[in-house]
Protein backbone atom coordinates (compact mmCIF):
# COMPACT_ATOMS: atom_id res chain seq x y z
CA UNK A 1 0.00 0.00 0.00
CA UNK A 2 1.53 3.62 -0.81
CA UNK A 3 1.00 6.17 1.75
CA UNK A 4 1.94 8.88 -0.20
CA UNK A 5 -1.15 11.12 -2.02
CA UNK A 6 -0.70 10.64 -5.64
CA UNK A 7 -1.63 14.66 -5.44
CA UNK A 8 1.77 15.59 -4.40
CA UNK A 9 3.13 14.37 -7.22
CA UNK A 10 0.83 14.80 -10.19
CA UNK A 11 1.04 17.78 -12.75
CA UNK A 12 -2.29 19.28 -11.76
CA UNK A 13 -1.17 22.80 -12.76
CA UNK A 14 -0.78 24.30 -8.94
CA UNK A 15 2.01 24.19 -6.55
CA UNK A 16 1.70 22.16 -3.43
CA UNK A 17 0.54 23.92 -0.47
CA UNK A 18 1.93 23.55 3.01
CA UNK A 19 -0.25 20.49 3.83
CA UNK A 20 0.94 18.80 0.57
CA UNK A 21 4.75 19.68 2.12
CA UNK A 22 4.12 18.52 5.29
CA UNK A 23 3.08 15.04 4.00
CA UNK A 24 5.91 14.84 1.74
CA UNK A 25 8.47 15.70 4.33
CA UNK A 26 6.43 13.42 7.23
CA UNK A 27 6.92 10.57 4.45
CA UNK A 28 10.23 11.02 3.53
CA UNK A 29 12.22 11.75 6.69
CA UNK A 30 10.41 8.29 7.70
CA UNK A 31 11.95 6.98 5.21
CA UNK A 32 15.36 8.54 5.81
CA UNK A 33 14.86 7.42 9.70
CA UNK A 34 14.39 3.57 8.41
CA UNK A 35 10.59 3.27 9.08
CA UNK A 36 8.52 1.19 6.61
CA UNK A 37 6.30 3.07 4.89
CA UNK A 38 4.22 -0.37 4.13
CA UNK A 39 2.17 -0.44 7.09
CA UNK A 40 0.58 2.27 9.73
CA UNK A 41 3.10 4.21 11.44
CA UNK A 42 3.39 3.06 15.21
CA UNK A 43 3.45 6.00 17.73
CA UNK A 44 7.36 5.63 18.88
CA UNK A 45 8.20 5.44 14.75
CA UNK A 46 6.08 8.93 14.75
CA UNK A 47 7.57 10.62 17.67
CA UNK A 48 10.79 10.07 16.19
CA UNK A 49 10.14 11.42 12.99
CA UNK A 50 8.61 14.17 14.81
CA UNK A 51 11.18 15.03 17.00
CA UNK A 52 13.76 15.00 13.86
CA UNK A 53 11.28 17.38 12.20
CA UNK A 54 11.81 19.81 15.38
CA UNK A 55 14.95 19.68 15.18
CA UNK A 56 15.24 20.29 11.62
CA UNK A 57 12.60 23.59 12.41
CA UNK A 58 15.23 24.92 14.38
CA UNK A 59 17.90 25.01 12.26
CA UNK A 60 16.23 26.74 9.48
CA UNK A 61 15.25 29.17 12.16
CA UNK A 62 19.09 29.70 12.83
CA UNK A 63 19.69 29.37 9.02
CA UNK A 64 16.85 32.33 8.48
CA UNK A 65 18.14 34.22 11.21
CA UNK A 66 22.07 34.46 9.94
CA UNK A 67 20.90 34.90 6.48
CA UNK A 68 18.67 37.98 7.46
CA UNK A 69 21.57 39.36 9.91
CA UNK A 70 24.08 39.07 6.92
CA UNK A 71 21.56 41.25 4.48
CA UNK A 72 22.25 44.24 4.23
CA UNK A 73 19.84 47.07 5.37
CA UNK A 74 17.53 47.67 2.51
CA UNK A 75 15.30 51.13 2.48
CA UNK A 76 16.22 54.76 2.80
CA UNK A 77 18.73 56.66 4.82
CA UNK A 78 16.37 58.04 7.58
Excluded at 21 to 27: D, I, Q, S
Excluded at 37 to 43: E, F, G
Aim: charge should be negative.
Amino acid sequence: MNFIPSSIFSAEGRSPNVEDLCVAMFLEGARVLGVALNAPISIDDQEKILRAANALGERLALLLDFQAAAEPESGLPN
